[in-house]
């Protein structure tokens, strides 16, 4: 088994409006689409569409929307073993999209935020070769966190950590437990100093020296940074027509591990990741743009 990923499960809620409102201000929207979402979701979906063998660890509320969500990821080839049905309402993300591509987030958490430990399956999990972790909101519990910081320490495989926003403002004394069980890191520039309170150069280092051994970060329209300490690796992004930047970095991760569970060197795993990005963006929503063939 390939990759598993650890994160929250959302409806995607897409609003296309003419502008993002700031307060006191309205806006119309021009059509509306749903999709199924959820960070490490999307780009578990992205590396099952590339071939890989993939599963997910995730909870769904005992309603429409649950079902909605595990049909999808049933649909792409993901193993939902681990993926939990509770009392409760499912993750929704409200997602509003200028015509620019720029957009804005709303999420309501749902029963996301509500896994246990004693609720996943250890063994099950060390059959894949990498665990893909990113964000829980954490508004309603620390459940999922905590979880995730237990996981770590038990799983003996490649470790991928996509923090976010939610997370890297929580700070590195609270992701400390994640980072240090951590292979490959993969904040975008933003968050990596909102983490560390440095350039996000420097804090790659930081993060090196916490015993990570890849640190991606993520540049939008500049495309990525790399570096394991030894090596620093800029890579552009491919110019194409923005329609939607929802999920752009999970394709982005969905094509860099991809690259990296196939033994090619950073660089490549860069392009590849860029290259999944590029299609991700020209279509509206997380996944719509997302490769169905292998790349090479």
């Known amino acids: 088994m390939d990759a598993i990923g650890f994160?929250?499960?959302?409806?995607?809620?897409?609003?296309?409006?003419?502008?993002?409102?700031?307060?006191?201000?309205?806006?119309?929207v021009k059509d509306i689409q749903i999709f199924a979402g959820g960070s490490a979701s999307n780009t578990i979906v992205g590396l099952s569409r590339l071939g890989m063998?993939?599963?997910?660890?995730g909870k769904v509320g005992n309603d429409a929307d649950g079902d909605f969500l595990l049909n999808d990821l049933r649909s792409e080839g993901v193993d939902t073993y681990q993926v939990i049905k509770a009392d409760g309402r499912s993750g929704n993300a409200l997602i509003f999209v200028d015509e620019y591509g720029n957009r804005a987030i709303l999420v309501d958490p749902g029963v996301n935020d509500t896994i246990r430990f004693d609720e996943i399956d250890s063994d099950y999990v060390s059959?894949?070769?990498?665990?893909?972790?990113?964000?829980?909101?954490?508004?309603?519990?620390?459940?999922?966190?905590?979880?995730?910081?237990?996981?770590?320490?038990?799983?003996d495989g490649i470790v991928s950590f996509d923090p976010g926003a939610v997370y890297a403002e929580r700070g590195l004394d609270d992701l400390k437990?994640?980072?240090?069980?951590?292979?490959?890191f993969m904040p975008n520039a933003i968050e990596m100093e909102i983490l560390t309170g440095l350039s996000y150069k420097e804090g790659a280092n930081e993060i090196l020296n916490m015993g990570v051994e890849v640190v991606v970060i993520k540049l939008g329209e500049r495309g990525c940074y790399i570096t394991d300490g030894k090596t620093e690796i800029e890579i552009p992004a491919l110019k194409v027509k923005v329609v939607d930047t929802t999920g752009a970095g999970d394709a982005f991760n969905a094509g860099f591990l991809y690259g990296y569970l196939k033994g090619r060197d950073l660089e490549e795993c860069g392009k590849l990741g860029n290259y999944v990005a590029s299609l991700c963006i020209q279509k509206v929503g997380a996944r719509e743009g997302l490769p169905r063939h292998k790349i090479s």
């Open 7 to 28: 994160g929250a499960l959302n409806v995607d809620k897409i609003y296309l409006v003419n502008k993002i409102p700031n307060a006191e201000e309205e806006a119309y």
């Open 177 to 184: 437990d994640i980072i240090e069980e951590t292979t490959i």
């Open 53 to 57: 063998k993939t599963g997910y660890i």
């Open 127 to 155: 059959k894949f070769r990498l665990l893909h972790l990113t964000s829980f909101i954490c508004k309603l519990g620390e459940e999922s966190f905590k979880s995730q910081k237990k996981l770590v320490k038990v799983f």
